[in-house]
């Protein structure tokens, strides 16, 4: 069964960091792109972030240098590293499959809460 | 990039049919087919419905269909079932993604 399941949220103030992770199941994750999406509480989505097969990251500008994506394919999870997190920040973050075109396969998300 | 222009809200009957819109610019929408859209129900993750443009995933009901005019694309959901009340996103992935803001569907 396909599965992508993120843990790592929580409560941090501001300034602090967070290291999110997507434990993922069904397909490796080295063959394939995988990016974070955030939607803050009530509002849209958001693409964070993308790495590719080949290792590139890209990042959406409102966390570029702050931000950091990495895939470790021997556990075949990707992760997300967040310094200097500000409010602005607090959303649920999705792991998500990227097909370079759209976002096929979805992870339930982890609440990241920015906060003091 | 800018978000892309839906409308907030959209309304239905059982078994009409609705047409949610998503502007964009000619540098996004209106030069790639890169165009998805996404089903979200509360408290729920994301569901892709249609992608490159008008492309269904298996097991995607025909319902659901998706087309673009220039800088527009749309999706239509013929037939509207209770269960397709949700939240509806567009996409248009063109070396990033960027998304829409979002359009509330409700099934009176």
């Known amino acids: 069964e396909v599965q992508l399941v993120e843990s790592g949220g929580g409560l941090v103030q501001p300034g602090g960091s967070l290291r999110l992770s997507c434990a993922v199941s069904?397909?490796?994750?080295?063959?394939?792109?995988m990016s974070w999406v955030r939607q803050a509480p009530g509002k849209g989505l958001e693409w964070v972030s993308v790495?590719?097969?080949?290792?590139?990251?890209f990042y959406a500008d409102s966390v570029k240098g702050r931000f950091t994506i990495s895939r470790h394919n021997s556990e075949n999870t990707v992760s997300l590293q967040m310094n200097s997190l500000r409010p602005e920040d607090t959303a649920v973050y999705y792991c998500?499959?990227?097909?370079?075109?759209?976002?096929?396969?979805w992870g339930r998300g982890t609440l990241v809460t920015v906060s003091s | 990039q800018s978000a892309l222009t839906q409308p907030r809200s959209v309304s239905g009957s059982p078994g009409q049919s609705v047409t949610i819109s998503c502007t964009g610019t000619?540098?996004?929408?209106?030069?790639?087919?890169?165009v998805s859209w996404y089903q979200q129900h509360p408290g729920k993750a994301p569901k892709l419905m249609i992608y490159?443009?008008?492309k269904r995933p298996s097991g995607v009901p025909d319902r659901f269909s998706g087309s673009k005019s220039g800088n527009t694309a749309s999706l239509t959901i013929s037939g509207l079932q209770a269960e397709d009340e949700a939240d509806y996103y567009c996409?248009?992935?063109?070396?990033?993604?960027?998304f829409g803001g979002g359009t509330k569907l409700t099934v009176l």
């Open positions: 996409c248009s992935y063109a070396g990033s993604a960027v």
């Open positions: 790495i590719f097969t080949a290792g590139s990251t």
């Open positions: 069904g397909f490796s994750i080295k063959n394939n792109y």
């Open positions: 998500a499959r990227d097909q370079s075109r759209y976002f096929d396969l």
């Open positions: 000619s540098s996004d929408v209106g030069v790639y087919n890169s």
């Open positions: 490159d443009v008008s």
